[in-house]
Structure formats: structure tokens, C-alpha cells
Nanobody, 124 residues
């Protein structure tokens, strides 16, 4: 059983930056591909970014390309989401997720473990 704990969310002005962290415990972190998703009230959870087990491959949603960067530090059991040039449309609860295997999935149901989420609010 893997436990995931996100941190780093908060309130930021448009154009600003935040770095989210997700600390994993209870499993072999390097066995899991990791993803970040986000959700706003009344909407489905949507894919943001994913990273392979060793961190050599990443995938980003078109909406965040060039602004967000996913990375991981396996010895620290942590995955990060560096967010830049934030816009009000980026306001959401951000979740990290873990799945076994090599595929960088964009599909929520293909992830097994989820954190509780961290709120990101971008003011205009």
C-alpha cells in the first residue's frame, strides 16, 4: 500500500510560480510511474503531467506545456510539479497519483494510489 501526501499549494497571483511536492511512503517508489492531475468543482479530474519510474520520460497536457515541469527524486521518494506563469484557469485541487508499470498514462482510472490533494488558487 502506497501513501501519497501532497504539499506546496496556496494562493498566488497570475504570472507567479509554485512548486508542488508529493511524498510517497509504504512502497518501492521507483516501481511506480507518477502523475499529477487537477480537479475543479463540478468537473472531472484531468491529467496534468506524468513521469516514468526512473524519470527519463515525461508527458504533459497541452494546457500546461512550457509552463509546468514534472520531476522526481527517487532517493527522497518525492515527485514534484514546478508550475510557472500560473493563470486563473490553473486554479484547482491538484492530486498526485501512482501506478505500476512503464506507461505514462493520462487516464485517472489507470492510477492505483492517490493523495488527498492540495489547493492551488491563482488570482487575476
Amino acid at each position: 500500500q502506497v501513501q501519497l501526501l501532497e504539499s506546496g499549494g496556496g494562493l498566488v497571483q497570475a504570472g507567479g510560480s509554485l512548486r508542488l511536492s508529493c511524498a510517497a511512503s509504504g512502497g518501492t517508489f521507483s516501481s511506480y510511474a507518477m502523475g499529477w492531475f487537477r480537479q475543479t468543482p463540478g468537473n472531472e479530474r484531468e491529467f496534468v503531467a506524468a513521469i516514468s519510474r526512473a524519470g527519463r520520460r515525461t508527458s504533459d497536457a497541452d494546457s500546461v506545456k512550457g509552463r509546468f515541469t514534472i520531476s522526481r527524486d527517487n532517493p527522497k521518494n518525492t515527485v514534484y510539479l514546478q508550475m510557472g506563469n500560473l493563470q486563473p484557469d490553473d486554479t484547482a485541487v491538484y492530486y498526485c497519483a501512482a501506478r505500476r508499470g512503464v506507461v505514462l498514462s493520462v487516464v485517472t482510472r489507470e492510477y492505483t494510489y492517490w493523495g488527498q490533494g492540495t489547493q492551488v488558487t491563482v488570482s487575476s
